[in-house]
């Protein structure tokens, strides 16, 4: 196994199914874990029955939560989504976890949660996975849904911070490469 340490943080509970982006995380854990040492901090205290979910994975991987049960509502505003609302219970429970493993790379499930980079090390290796560019999103369902907008700009601002993202779209992968302008983006697919 390398020792090379990846700790990925997400609001979602990839192993309890029933989303594509969850079947994606646990996809994306899973192939970590044949190469690296994988931890996952979720946002949020795990039940006994997220831990039995948790062994039947089988995965060499450990998932660790929050130590208190916190109920995070947040409204959907730019600020929330492109990560720059920060929430201390959440930020102080990841920076014991950081100081604790000593990740060498970080990799942050949506923007939403960009607010936990400030607890990394500066030679953590920081990585973004989008899922979806926000601001396109709402572009192409700007005619359906009422959603809180998203300026294009803030994103590639909210992007910058990253030293790689991922997208699951090839097209995304493109634009958010354009946006950067660093040839530093990867497609990662399902």
Known sequence: ????????STHAPFWRGGMGSHLRIKQLVGELCRHYQVLVFV?????????????????????????ASLTVFHEDTEAVLL??????????NFKRVVD???????????????????ALPKYTVRIIDTHDL????????????RSVPVKRAAEIHALS???????IQRTEAAVADCWSGRNNVMYVPL
């Open 43 to 67: 946002t949020f205290r795990l039940s006994a029955e997220d831990m039995s979910a948790i062994a039947d994975l089988r995965l060499p991987v450990e998932i660790v939560g929050l130590d």
């Open 161 to 167: 911070v990253y030293d790689y993202i991922l997208t």
């Open 100 to 118: 604790t493993y000593g990740p060498s790379v970080c990799i942050v499930q949506y923007l939403r949660l960009s607010f936990l980079v400030e």
């Open 83 to 92: 990560g720059r609302a920060s929430h201390k219970e959440i930020l102080e």
């Open 1 to 8: 196994k390398a020792a090379r340490k990846v700790l990925i």
């Open 134 to 145: 926000i601001s396109r999103r709402q572009e192409s369902r700007s005619r359906v849904e």
